[in-house]
């Protein structure tokens, strides 16, 4: 049974387009993330949401916009994809508590988007 | 210049090499983990440290926070150990996690 789960896992689509990807996780915590991964294969946060709501949010263009209806859920909603766009989104959980002193943190396997 | 910054940036080794993996940090941090990228591209978490030394089965982190400076070791590497490896800092006060570009390990056999 997946911990942290994202669909879809790959994902091509034409510019101007708008895509989600959501994830959903069943370990009861109280904390999720996305992360993008570019070309270079750098990950960078891209935002945080603890029990629905929102902690952190880097320099993100508006057109990303991260909704989480519950604690188990956070979805990345793009609006007008970019090619620059193109990259692996991964989501991630943990325990606010156990990251910040054990380091359990959780990633999903990743969404490829490929925007042509 | 990015706040963590790895050494190398690729490895190739034979099966049964000591491996040396080697991450610097230009902040103040309250932890570092060292994360595996599979080659299907999953990742996991493998340590967190704030001090000292860690040790998991072939895996040891260390950690010099007055050097600024982390390694990961791998003893007796096997094929199964190729996968990126990442260095990531949680930058102090800011709660979020800061990383490394990554080290491609491959491991022949």
Redesign the interface.
């Known amino acids: 049974d997946t911990a942290v789960s994202q669909t879809p896992k790959y994902l091509v689509t034409q510019m101007g387009n708008d895509k989600s990807i959501k994830c959903e996780q069943n370990l009861g915590h109280d904390t999720m993330y996305w992360y993008k991964q570019d070309s270079?294969?750098?990950?960078?946060?891209m935002f945080?949401y603890n029990n629905k709501e929102l902690?952190?949010n880097?320099t993100v263009p508006n057109r990303f916009s991260p909704k989480s209806p519950d604690k188990a859920h956070l979805n990345l909603h793009i609006n007008s994809l970019e090619l620059g766009d193109s990259a692996?989104y991964?989501c991630?959980s943990s325990s606010q508590g156990a990251f910040?002193n054990?380091?359990?943190?959780?990633?999903g396997?990743?969404s490829?988007l490929t925007v042509l | 210049k990015n706040e963590v910054e790895q050494s190398p940036q690729n490895l190739t080794a034979q099966e049964g090499e000591f491996i040396t993996i080697n991450c610097s940090y230009s902040v103040g941090i309250?932890?570092l983990?060292w994360l595996q990228?599979h080659p299907?591209?999953?990742?996991?978490?493998l340590?967190?440290l704030s001090s000292g030394k860690k040790k998991h089965g072939r895996l040891i982190a260390t950690i010099n926070i007055q050097e600024k400076h982390s390694s990961l070791h791998i003893t007796a590497s096997h094929p199964r150990d190729s996968a990126?490896y990442?260095c990531?800092v949680?930058n102090q006060g800011a709660?979020?996690?800061v990383?490394g570009?990554?080290t491609r390990l491959t491991i022949n056999p």
């Open positions: 270079k294969k750098f990950l960078k946060i945080s902690i952190i880097e692996v991964f991630a910040w054990t380091g359990e943190l959780f990633f396997e990743g490829r | 309250s932890a983990h990228q299907g591209g999953g990742i996991v978490s340590f967190m990126v990442i990531a949680i709660q979020k996690l990383f570009q990554g």
